[in-house]
């Protein structure tokens, strides 16, 4: 046995998983078991999942009995010193199966959690290799999704050899999702998803002497949607990540403005104001026309770059208009990391200082002559230096900064081999550049990011958003940012849109239904107040969703399958009573119509909602029974906002003023009234100099409102829509409330069904 086993060992070792290999361990595990009795180990804890791992074979299995789901391999040698335990991690309540293997010096574990439908693998070893688990048989024809190596990792219906979770999923909309859950940045998922699905590193990697096991997340859930989420949660609680909060910085509860790639003000300026004194008067021309900003984007444009590209091609200036031979005008790597002594002569702190604005930065590679090379360990275009991270860290909060956008992330780990192999130097980067920040109060932003930074920002709790599309928004990106927003959300942190003009109303309002960013990239002249305040309470506060915009199940399993039905993509707002927004888009080639039902957007098939066309004013019921049927053309795209039927057989709809009427900004709560008297209760935000705010819901019966004690006059739409108005007046938002900055008033308020 000696000989065949170590011929397998050495199989995994070094990555060769080619048919004969596989043949190959194959046959060493049905020999044995045809020699010696099998004594099987189990575990069977609960939710269905049962891991099984035989003594005398070293053949395991994993298996979900909801779908009969069975996934099974082999170990390298035999396993010997099998123990079974109970634990308890920050998973909470597992049993665990523990074991080494012959001639092997690697502890071996999987622990069930039956709370959370998830099995954690782990292996103990100094070498690198694909050791365990290493599945050799899945379950078949199930449809395949994963995220790929490119800028943004979009999501496709194939599975890439990187650092990245695979769905494995059915038309029942049934997942299981397998991913690395440690190491990510030199992590690699290898195989096809059909005869082959191991866990393993990049080729070449050395010195991973681990002070922890590597680990290794399988997780069975009903639910696409549901199951990537829940698979985020569970990979975040490994690493004590808590979910970025919508109000944690200015970035993400304020509007702003950006002047990234495809904006106005991007490597372009007034000429008569110059660059500084361009956006000052962007800002002044913001305030003059009522909007607050909470923010403005600086890009690369503000810091020095050299003359060449990564690549060693030497740039040209980026405008031709402007002077030429200043370093801020070359788009190569980082020259010294400080705003050029052209645009900023006071300095980056005095020109905050003056604008009056939280600043958001841009960052990329260090270039090949940059003087920072003599000074700091860089290791490709990467830094890799701690000491290098806190100096530029000091700067930037000296400059009034509060977040930096680390760009160009797939070139930087792409031009910096050394990444790929050596963990300490990869850790170096990513977590170097995350605790200096935050010792600094900076905030992350990752763009340009690979599945496997988008992973990492799962383990580094300072990574408060990420690009979810290419740059400029535009409808040719809305597919790629909605699927990515499913796993950005899942790591814990928020999907970045990009920069878009004010006058974009597609643009807008997807950059808001992903509960992150939003910012705008207008010209001097060229604001659209509506659109903006469509999005943003009077103080500049954005009036959100409760989480992203993502794909409906149905319409993953629609596109895995080919088939060309326009994308729906729903989020919602509130906790207790959830408003449901519906968006849905044709895209080029695809067919004309969908229908919608209750199931095919993932809701209650009993329930019945008030839905509203939100642009068009249509208003109708909803229910299995009274579906809708949405028709576009070419490259459009429908909004509808669904309100329960609560008991009271009141359904709330909210501020129609905003793009999300009924978002916490301007809800702040939302509970059913029950007893004698039926109805709603609610509290309404007034920001700062708002004036009255309407709202809007459906009633069976004319409803009596009340504002602290006082009857509200309520108007009917006409006498058969049962839609009813109701102004409620700033002059009874008598409560006072600091949030985040911003003093704002609140106003309670009942909607009680006055009918018998």
């Known amino acids: 046995m000696a000989r065949p086993t170590s011929i397998c060992a050495m199989l995994f070792r070094n990555h060769r998983f080619g048919f004969s290999g596989i043949i190959m361990l194959i046959a060493f595990g049905f020999g044995v078991t045809s020699t010696t009795q099998a004594k099987t180990w189990t575990l069977r804890p609960g939710a269905g999942i049962r891991f099984t791992l035989s003594s005398s074979t070293g053949h395991y299995r994993v298996y979900w009995s909801k779908t009969r789901w069975g996934y099974r391999g082999v170990t390298t040698t035999l396993p010997e010193d099998i123990k079974q335990s109970t634990v308890s991690t920050s998973l909470g309540k597992g049993i665990q199966l523990s074991w080494k293997q012959t001639g092997v010096p690697t502890q071996f574990t999987a622990t069930v959690y039956p709370r959370r439908g998830a099995i954690i693998f782990s292996a103990a070893d100094e070498l690198a290799g694909a050791r365990f688990p290493v599945f050799t048989s899945a379950p078949p024809a199930l449809m395949h999704m994963g995220l790929t190596r490119q800028q943004f990792s979009p999501p496709r219906f194939r599975l890439v050899n990187t650092a990245t979770p695979w769905v494995f999923f059915n038309k029942k909309y049934q ?310 927003s499913m796993f ?91 408003s449901t927004l519906v968006f849905v888009y044709r895209r080029t080639g695809f067919h004309s119509t969908v229908i919608l039902t209750p199931r095919s957007l993932g809701l209650d098939p009993h329930g019945v909602w008030i839905a509203r066309n939100y642009f068009t004013g249509k208003t109708v019921l909803f229910n299995r029974d009274h579906t809708i049927r949405v028709t576009l053309a070419p490259h459009k795209w429908a909004y509808w906002v669904l309100a329960p039927l609560l008991p009271s057989r009141i359904a709330f709809l909210g501020d129609l003023q905003q793009m999300v009427p009924a978002g916490r900004q301007r809800i702040a709560h939302l509970a059913s009234v029950e007893g004698v008297h039926q109805g709603v209760g609610l509290q309404t935000v007034f920001a700062m100099g708002e004036k009255d705010i309407p709202l809007t819901f459906y009633s069976f019966h004319t409803p009596e409102v009340m504002v602290h004690g006082h009857v509200l006059s309520v108007s009917e739409s006409n006498q058969v829509s049962h839609l009813f108005h109701v102004m409620i007046p700033v002059k009874y938002a008598t409560q006072k409330v600091l949030q985040h900055h911003k003093v704002v008033r609140m106003a309670n308020t009942l909607i009680l069904n006055s009918g018998e």
């Open 488 to 578: 950005i959300h899942a790591v814990g942190a928020w999907p970045w849109s990009d920069v878009f003009m004010s006058n974009e109303r597609g643009n807008m309002l997807l950059s808001l239904l992903s509960g992150g960013p939003v910012g705008v990239g207008d010209p001097l002249g060229r604001i659209d107040p509506k659109n903006i305040d469509m999005a943003t309470r009077a103080d500049g506060r954005l009036v959100k969703p409760a989480a992203p915009l993502m794909p409906t199940d149905q319409t993953i399993v629609n596109d895995a399958l080919g088939r060309k039905i326009p994308l729906v993509a729903t989020t919602h707002t509130g906790r207790h009573i959830r």
């Open 175 to 484: 997942t299981c999702i397998f991913s690395p859950a440690s190491e990510i940045l030199v992590s690699r998922l290898y195989g096809n998803g059909e005869n082959l699905i191991a866990d393993g590193f990049n080729k070449g990697t050395v010195g991973m002497a681990l002070k922890e096991s590597h680990q290794t997340i399988m997780i069975f859930g009903s639910g696409i949607r549901r199951t990537i989420a829940a698979w985020g949660d569970a990979f975040r609680t490994l690493h004590h990540r808590p979910a970025t909060s919508q109000e944690a910085t200015p970035i993400l509860r304020d509007f702003g403005y950006w002047t990234d790639n495809g904006a106005s003000y991007f490597y372009n300026y007034d000429k008569k104001y110059g660059y500084t004194g361009t956006l000052l008067k962007m800002a002044s021309e913001y305030a003059e026309n009522h909007i607050h900003l909470g923010y403005m984007e600086l890009d690369s444009w503000w810091y020095q770059k050299s003359y060449h590209f990564f690549t060693g091609r030497k740039l040209s200036a980026m405008n031709g208009n402007l002077p030429r031979h200043n370093r801020w005008n070359h788009f190569g790597g980082i020259w010294l990391y400080q705003a050029s002594h052209q645009l900023f002569p006071h300095g980056l702190a005095a020109f905050q200082h003056q604008l009056g604005l939280p600043l958001v930065v841009h960052t990329r590679w260090i270039a090949y002559h940059s003087p920072y090379r003599k000074m700091y360990k860089i290791s490709g275009i990467a830094a890799v230096d701690p000491a290098y991270w806190r100096s530029r860290a000091k700067y930037l909060a000296d400059s009034g900064v509060q977040a930096m956008e680390q760009d160009w992330l797939v070139n930087i780990y792409g031009r910096s081999p050394q990444l790929h192999i050596h963990l300490s130097l990869a850790r170096d980067f990513a977590h170097g550049m995350a605790h200096a920040m935050a010792a600094r109060h900076i905030s992350l932003i990752y763009c340009m990011e690979t599945s496997r930074f988008l992973m990492e920002a799962g383990v580094l709790r300072d990574v408060i958003f990420m690009r979810g599309a290419g740059d400029r928004f535009v409808p040719a990106f809305w597919r790629d940012f909605i699927y990515n």
